[in-house]
């Protein structure tokens, strides 16, 4: 595939990808409340949706989401559900101050099947790759090797990303020493992760 073609197929990416949606807000929310260590089976499942996506767009299964319509809005609510219920958990938190334990953290199978709901329902990531994807690679032209330089690009751009704005907000975690700051932290995360639900749940 042709350099050019990966690097407007990365610029949109990026500018897709880097503006908040609700994964966004999902993630920052999850790490403002609990820290960074436990996120990354979230942030693995994410890329491997978005690969999902990409792959579907690109071997012109883009009939599979119309088709298969009820499952992945089953996926979609599901996934609404369990970020629903990890924001009553943030919002109830207990909160310890002068410990370096973080609260408990959730199975890691968890956390993954909850990033995987989350980006396959995500109909702004759904648009990019089926929509507005096909306007920037004639996907007709793509080859085995072309989907694999894609895929790489995709997750090259999705990694900058989102781990930029997993290490800013565990930055901003640090700065949270009183117990009414973590207090505050935890229902501003959870108010987050319930508006990344709701916007899930209202997108069409």
Known sequence: MELSSLIIFAGALFVA???PGPSIAALVARIVARGLRDVFPFLLAMWIGEAIWLSC??????????????????VKYLGVGYLLYLAWKMWAAPVSVGQDVLPSSDKSWKLFLTGMAVTLGNPKIMMFYLALLPTIIDLSAVSLLGWAELTLTMLSV??????????????????????????????ISASLMAGAAAAIATRS
């Open 158 to 187: 999705l990694i900058a990303v989102d781990l930029g704005w997993a290490f800013a907000a565990a930055q901003a975690r640090r700065v949270l020493k009183s117990a009414r700051a973590m207090r505050m932290a935890n229902r």
């Open 57 to 74: 767009a690109i071997f012109g299964l883009a009939f599979i989401a119309e088709t298969f319509h009820l499952v992945f809005l089953a």
């Open 17 to 19: 990808a880097g503006s």
